[in-house]
């Protein structure tokens, strides 16, 4: 059977859209195939999910309709030549942090289209939200590929390559936010006499609840706010000492600074 996709890297998140592909049947492993840098993740990777590893990908590409870049930005300027040549009319996408489409152009001119995409980390459990840009309006089958594989992570949304720093800032590291927040409640609970563990159980599990129910309920964050806060109880008192401390400027200027960072990064990619 022919490939049809090809992965340029097998780091994690390769692993969870191959794994999405296959587990959604969109694609069998023997329609697919990667390859790594100068690690064991792309043979561990196709021991694990039946996939074809390979050590030069260039061959894959006679078949395989689309090329996912899935390396370091580093290591995009090591591309071969004739990886570039070979993607002569293929569909790229690339999951590349900090990487503009202008630059992918120049390292893959001859390309039917390609897509930048900025996804997150939950994707590496279906559970990730990923922003997209082509470089030009896709065809409806092209639309249908790109789709196909970014469900794989979780949801998707397709925006301008100029919101893509701002969708960096806020759903790309946004989980590292959360992280740092659910660990800020356990060290409070702990200090408050908590045993660790509980305190851990308790902050993890708040967390996760909370997050399902904004999601299920429909309903925005500040009503569901409002109907666990009552007038001078327990969470009003807590919510004054963060409103006090100008909690939302403060997550906006840590937006700004990850945006900002990220602009950065573009230019000097």
Known sequence: MPIEIA???????????INGLIKNKHYTP????????????????????GITYLSELT???KTAHTLVLACKPQQLNQIDPSLAEATKDKLILSILAGTPLKKLQSRFPSARNIIRSMPNTPGQIGAGITAYTPAQK???????RVKT??????????????????????????????????????????????DPLLAHSLALHTVHGAAALLIQSEQDPETLRDAVTSKGGTTAAALAVLSDHDFRQLIQKALH???DRS???AEEN
């Open 30 to 49: 023997a329609q697919i195939a990667c390859t790594c840098g100068d690690d064991p993740t792309g043979s561990v990777l196709a021991e694990a999910t």
């Open 257 to 259: 600074a990850a945006c």
């Open 149 to 194: 594989i970014l469900n794989a992570l979780g949801n998707y949304h397709q925006v301008e390559e100029s919101q893509l720093d701002a969708v960096t800032a806020l759903s790309g590291s946004g989980p590292a936010y959360l992280f740092e927040f659910t660990a800020a409640l356990r060290d409070a609970g702990t200090q408050l006499g908590l």
């Open 7 to 17: 992965f340029l890297g097998a780091g994690r998140m390769a692993a969870a859209i």
């Open 138 to 144: 896709l065809d409806l089958e092209d639309d249908q």
């Open 263 to 265: 602009i950065q990064l």
């Open 59 to 61: 061959p894959a590409l």
